[in-house]
């Protein structure tokens, strides 16, 4: 049974192809009705809405009449910078309508690596709450798009990053899909969408596709961002966002989509390191797993080798048989932990408190 109404601080992520129409501009129309949509939830919930907004490459692709996205990483940042400001004042016009007030925040991977900046943009989050502005995030592409491998998948990873860093109650991606399928729909005319899912197993992953069109995203993305949200305790629901009032009906707990349950919240110092980028690797011997779980501190003596070029207080992956199992602030930097890996009678490479098994 959906349980969503007490929801206060919610993220809505709308993709490229939801927010475009078929030629590539943006849709005006889906714009005012989203908006009119969320100042309702406003009124009549009290809930904070933040948007996580994608479209500037599409949108700059329409403007400069280019015939698909450029794969060029120059032209891709032109791209983005132009359509980002197509996107932002339509968006803007739209909200002006119900006379609500949007903000633009625009993040890059690394935004969330320094704890201090994650908590810059928690406190301009909540200010902006103060102010009954609505937050409008997108990834700054025109910066952050050369770094292929950091790439947040057509911003769902990065709406649950946000939605993890602001403790959200609840998550909403909307896309031109009605929610998770047990199998292919466009192969199986007979495919139902899986109303409700506890936990992102192998098996649930299996029925992720790919990604096309515009966009970066697809299945696998949102299934990443729902086994984000799964750890950080919030509820996410994948919805077609040209459904009609499909904000207010998912809030009312009408069985729209798919809904994905949470396990319990974690504390927001584990939160941070969760999702922060891993500066680098530990590879750590077979015992090392259990001591951990049993609330053990991470000698170095346990550590058989180091990856990567990380400063002490970093977040680092620890990882064994080729499996990320935990994630950590790390207390010695590589040079000084690849000197004394394997060693004992040296002080913990990590501390319980700065860990979090995954």
């Known amino acids: 049974?959906?349980?969503?109404q007490n929801s206060r601080i919610i993220v809505v992520k709308i993709g490229t192809?939801?927010?475009?129409?078929e030629d590539g501009s943006a849709d005006l129309d889906f714009l005012r009705d989203i908006s009119k949509q969320i100042a309702e939830l406003k009124d009549k919930k009290k809930c904070n809405v933040v948007i996580v907004t994608s479209g500037a490459i599409g949108l700059g692709v329409k403007e400069l009449a280019l015939k698909q996205k450029p794969r060029d990483i120059a032209l891709r940042q032109a791209t983005a910078s132009i359509g980002q400001t197509i996107l932002m004042q339509s968006w803007r016009d739209a909200f002006s309508e119900e006379n609500i007030k949007v903000a633009q925040l625009l993040l890059t991977y690394d935004t969330f690596t320094d704890r201090q900046s994650?908590?810059?943009?928690?406190n301009a989050l909540t200010q902006l709450f103060v102010l009954d502005v609505v937050p409008i995030i997108n990834e700054n592409d025109s910066i952050s798009i050369a770094e292929i491998d950091a790439s947040f998948g057509d911003n769902d990873r990065l709406s649950a990053i946000v939605a993890s860093k602001i403790e959200a109650d609840l998550l909403i991606l909307l896309s031109t899909i009605s929610g998770?399928?047990?199998k292919n729909p466009k192969e199986h005319k007979n495919a139902k969408i899986i109303s409700e899912v506890l936990s992102v197993t192998d098996e649930i992953l299996k029925t992720a596709g790919k990604s096309s069109g515009l966009g970066s995203g697809g299945m696998k993305t949102k299934l990443d961002a729902a086994k984000l949200c799964n750890n950080a305790g919030i509820v996410m629901v994948i919805a077609n966002g040209k459904e009609k009032n499909v904000l207010p009906r998912i809030i009312n707990n009408e069985e729209l989509g798919t809904i994905f349950y949470p396990s319990k919240k974690i504390p927001d110092k584990k939160r941070w390191i969760m999702f922060a980028p891993a500066a680098g690797k530990l590879i750590v011997d077979d015992c090392v797993?259990?001591?951990?779980n049993a609330g053990k501190n991470l000698l170095p003596a346990g550590i058989n080798t180091v990856l990567g070029d990380f400063n002490k207080n970093d977040v680092v992956d620890l990882v064994y048989k080729d499996k990320t199992f935990a994630k950590a602030i790390?207390?010695?930097?590589?040079?000084?932990l690849d000197k004394i890996?394997?060693?004992?009678?040296?002080?913990?490479?990590?501390?319980?408190?700065?860990?979090?098994?995954?």
Not at 1 to 4: I, K, T, V, Y
Not at 289 to 292: N, S
Not at 342 to 352: E, T
């Open 118 to 122: 994650y908590l810059n943009l928690k």
């Open 289 to 292: 797993q259990d001591l951990l």
């Open 180 to 182: 998770l399928y047990d």
């Open 341 to 358: 890996k394997k060693q004992s009678g040296h002080k913990n490479a990590v501390k319980r408190e700065n860990l979090v098994i995954l």
């Open 17 to 21: 192809q939801t927010i475009t129409k």
């Open 330 to 336: 790390v207390d010695y930097d590589s040079a000084t």
């Open 1 to 4: 049974m959906r349980n969503l």
